[in-house]
């Protein structure tokens, strides 16, 4: 059964590895690096609709005409556009850590310091790492962050870092990370099973966002991860995993059903 990964905001595929890997015994796992981020070609269009329809022409070049999609944060966002537009592409959805409701803008700090780093003068990891050092206090959001390091070729055939995200894109179009996500109108969402999880540390879903939730999609249960922030699947690997592998069998067993009644 095909499960598609959604990374979340300054995010990549390379996030998702260890947990892929381990999914694909159960699974056949794509990881997907979202448009403007990682390998991904850059573009001036970015929102959720063009990244929602990203998504919908993978599964066409991939062969595969429905699949459990999983997103973290702003991939969760996408996620929940792709149930609105193609109900009929999604066996499961999994929503990590979002809520469809509007968050305020609250990156700035993060741009601040990828805005920082200058690479004609920063040569190495090390000198792009103590520059988020002085403006980012959480070390691993700094270690999140220096993920989208590469080597970039210029135009004399030397190489300097860069960042592989489109930097100039997000900070322009910052504002879409947080938009609503519309309700759903098609009766197709309600017939596919739904996994919210959030991080017990996290604020992300609070107590009103469950009522949402449950009046957006009825057939969506939620789980809370203890001792797990925002990045439930990195500070909880293992329990993340579980509930993941288990949401995958509840769907398969869910498509069985599904076709048994028809």
């Known amino acids: ?49 063009c990244m929602a329809e990203d998504v919908v022409e993978l599964m066409d070049q991939l062969h ?13 966002k996408v996620a929940m556009h792709l149930s609105l537009l193609h109900p009929n592409r999604m066996l499961g959805m999994m929503v990590v850590d979002i809520a469809p409701r509007y968050y305020t803008p609250h990156h700035q700090e993060v741009l601040d310091a990828l805005w920082s780093v200058d690479f004609s003068k920063h040569k190495t990891r090390k000198d792009c790492e103590q520059v988020l050092e002085n403006l980012i206090v959480d070390a691993g959001t700094r270690q999140f962050l220096l993920k989208n390091l590469f080597w970039e070729t210029l135009s004399d055939g030397s190489l300097q870092l860069a960042w592989r995200m489109n930097l100039p894109v997000i900070t322009r179009h910052i504002a879409e990370v947080g938009q609503a996500s519309p309700k759903p109108h098609s009766s197709g969402v309600e017939r596919i099973p739904v996994l919210f999880v959030r991080g017990a540390k996290s604020n992300y879903i609070n107590s009103e966002d469950i009522i949402q939730i449950k009046e957006y999609y009825p057939n969506s249960k939620l789980e809370t991860i203890e001792d797990a922030g925002h990045w439930v699947q990195a500070e909880q690997p293992e329990a993340f995993l579980a509930c993941l592998k288990a949401f995958v069998a509840d769907v398969e067993l869910h498509t069985q059903d599904f076709h048994h009644t028809e």
Do not use: T
């Not at 998702?16 to 991904?40: E, F, P, T, Y």
């Not at 595969?64 to 969760?76: L, P, T, Y």
């Open 1 to 49: 059964m095909p499960v598609y990964i959604l990374h979340g905001l300054f995010g990549c595929a390379d996030n998702w590895s260890q947990i892929s890997k381990r999914l694909s015994d159960c699974a056949d796992v794509v990881v997907v690096d979202l448009r403007n981020h990682g390998r991904s070609p850059h573009s001036e269009e970015w929102d959720y609709h």
């Open 64 to 76: 595969h005409k429905q699949a459990i999609v999983v997103g973290h944060s702003m991939g969760g």
